[in-house]
């Protein structure tokens, strides 16, 4: 019985070690978890702290171009360089225009010519008809006096 008795001791032992190995093991494993929990926080923090440290950079930068923007707008050189661009594309714009009723004037010209001609043409044509229908009826009416003449000498 002493055998077995050793054997059943040897037995709990082993279950013993292995217990306390288990729980050694997952205290272990708590602890991993913990540091790997502390690491993401510390992660997150940095990133937050770099997201943060980012956008007050980028706010800084904004305010220095909006600044600059400002100051470059309020000054008298700016102004001055704006005035003589709106004046240069003042003078396009009028340069164009003149230009253009130029073309208007001259084509509308162009069609008053036309008309006149055309008017003068048309005048002339029925001037030539008349005279033309004037010659007719004299030449009509001599004929006509020639016959009565000839009837009343024939008479």
């Not at 594309?89 to 073309?103: P, T």
Request: net charge positive; no cysteine.
């Amino acid at each position: 019985m002493a055998r077995s008795v050793s054997w059943r001791g040897a037995r709990r032992a082993r279950r013993r070690q292995s217990s306390s190995s288990e729980s050694a093991s997952r205290s272990r494993s708590r602890s991993t978890e913990r540091r790997r929990e502390r690491d993401h926080d510390r992660e997150e923090r940095t990133k937050r702290e770099e997201q943060r440290e980012m956008e007050e950079s980028a706010k800084r930068v904004e305010a220095e171009v909006q600044k600059r923007v400002q100051d470059r707008v309020a000054s008298a050189e700016f102004e001055a360089t704006l005035q003589e661009k709106l004046n240069t594309e003042i003078g396009r714009h009028l340069s164009v225009l003149r230009v253009e009723m130029d073309i208007e004037k001259k084509k509308r010209i162009e069609d008053f010519r036309t008309q006149q001609e055309k008017e003068e043409r048309s005048k002339q044509e029925l001037e030539m008809i008349l005279k033309v229908n004037q010659q007719k009826m004299q030449d009509h009416q001599q004929k006509i006096a020639q016959k009565q003449a000839m009837q009343a000498k024939a008479l």
